[in-house]
């Protein structure tokens, strides 16, 4: 199974930007199919983006888009989300997500995750 690890959370404050970073910590198929996605405390977590192993196909979170991003580096096995213009409301751990079996926006597709890492938006 593939494990995933994030990084570039942090505290940031509102319109400011960030960029999230996942990559396997073992070898692992460039042709994953990689996802974001987060969870605020007390809430499910939600789908916010997914790109497919070439790199074209794209899809997001109406709440996300136009101020979010996904893109990938198949060479360096790498997925990023640069996420600009955050908001208060994008505040939650985000996870990364791999190895597709369904729907994209369906957390319940995804069969290895990675540990999450905090991103927190200030007013």
């Known amino acids: 199974q593939v494990q995933l690890v994030e990084s570039g959370g942090g505290l940031v404050q509102a319109g400011g930007s960030l960029r999230l970073s996942c990559a396997p910590s073992?070898?692992?198929?460039?042709?994953?199919?990689m996802g974001w996605f987060r969870q605020a405390p007390g809430k499910d977590r939600d789908f916010v983006a997914v790109?497919?192993?070439?790199?074209?196909?794209?899809y997001y979170a109406d709440s996300v888009k136009g101020r979010f991003a996904i893109s990938r580096d198949n060479a360096k096995n790498t997925v990023y989300l640069q996420m600009n213009s955050l908001k208060p409301e994008d505040t939650a751990v985000y996870y990364c997500?791999?190895?597709?079996?369904?729907?994209?926006?369906?957390?319940?597709?995804?069969?290895?995750w990675g540990q999450g890492t905090q991103v927190t938006v200030s007013t």
């Open positions: 997500a791999a190895d597709l079996n369904g729907t994209y926006y369906s957390s319940s597709s995804y069969r290895a």
């Open positions: 073992g070898r692992t198929s460039s042709r994953n199919t």
């Open positions: 790109i497919y192993w070439s790199g074209v196909s794209k």
